[in-house]
C-alpha cells in the first residue's frame, strides 16, 4: 500500500523521551509515513532532538514537517497537527510512547480489510521506554475484531474495550466529514471526550487485541498528577 499516513506527534517538553517515541515511528515497517511535530511552545530542545532522530534514519518514504503554536495544550496541538496533515491516514502519538513495528501497517491493514475509516490497537502500559520491546518476529498473533457501534460503545462503557486516543488510527476525510476534533477547554478528561464522540460517529470500528501501543506511565504526567475530581470533571 502506498496511502501516506500521517503521525501528529504534540510536542512540550519530553526532551528525555521524544527520541526513542521518534525512534520507533521511524522503524515502523510501513511507508510511506509522515511524521508532524507539533512544537507547543516547548522551551527546552525536544524538537530539535526528534528532527536529528528522523534526519539520522534517512528518507525512503518517511518525512516530517514541523508546526509551530503558541503553547495551548495537547488538544490544540492535535487540532493543529490534523489540520496540516497530508495522509488519507491519521494518528496522534504521544511523544513518550513506543509503537511496535507492526502498528502502523496492522492498522492500515484491518481497515482496508473490514472496510472501515476507524481502527484501534490495543496498548499496555509501561515504566521504562524499551523500543526493544518492538523488535518482535513474525506476524501480530492478536485477534481482529469488526466491532458495531453499539456493541464498541457498550464494551467501552464496561471497561471491556481497550481504547486510548494515541491507538486509533482514523481517515482524515472522515475526520472534517464528521467534525471530529478535541475539545481545547478540556483539560483533563479531552481523550475520554474525544473517544465517545468517535464511538458515537462511527458505525463499525476495527480492532486489533494484540498491544501494539506501548503506553509510558511516568510520574509527571498530566493523568498521574490529577486528582480525581479533576479527571472526571474534566476541569
Known sequence: MDELVSVI???FQVEAYIEKSVL???KQIYRPIEIVLVDDGTPDNSIEKAIRVIEAVGTGGLSYKVVRQENGGVSKARNSGISTASGRWI???????????SFVSSLVKINHKNRTQVSAANYVKIVKQDVAMTERKGSVQGKEKL????IALHEFLMRRLRLICPAVMIEKDYL??????????VRFSEDLLYLWKLLMSTEQISYITEP????LK???STMSSSTIEKVLTGV
Open 9 to 11: 506527534m504534540p510536542v
Open 24 to 26: 520507533s515511528v521511524c
Open 91 to 101: 494518528v496522534c502519538v504521544d511523544p513518550d510512547d513506543i509503537l511496535d513495528k
Open 147 to 150: 466491532l458495531t457501534r453499539n
Open 176 to 185: 472534517e466529514k464528521n467534525r471530529l476534533s478535541y475539545s481545547v477547554n
Open 212 to 215: 501494539l501501543y506501548l503506553y
Open 218 to 220: 511516568r510520574p509527571n
